[in-house]
């Protein structure tokens, strides 16, 4: 995981997952979601991970 000193929003992943997570505002997330060059899923804390 890595995130800024301030911990406005934070990356995290593992080599054996299939994705990497993203947690931030909201307005990071939206600008994430619109992003058609990248595949984005909104995720809750409550799904599990594959």
Avoid: F, Q
Avoid at 7 to 29: F, H, M, N, P, Q
Wanted: aromatic content about 8%.
């Amino acid at each position: 995981m890595w995130w800024p000193e301030d911990r406005v929003w934070c990356v995290g992943g593992d080599t054996d997952l299939k994705s990497t997570y993203v947690g931030g505002r909201e307005a990071l997330i939206a600008d994430l979601l619109a992003e058609p060059a990248l595949e984005v899923h909104r995720v809750a804390e409550t799904d599990l991970l594959d």
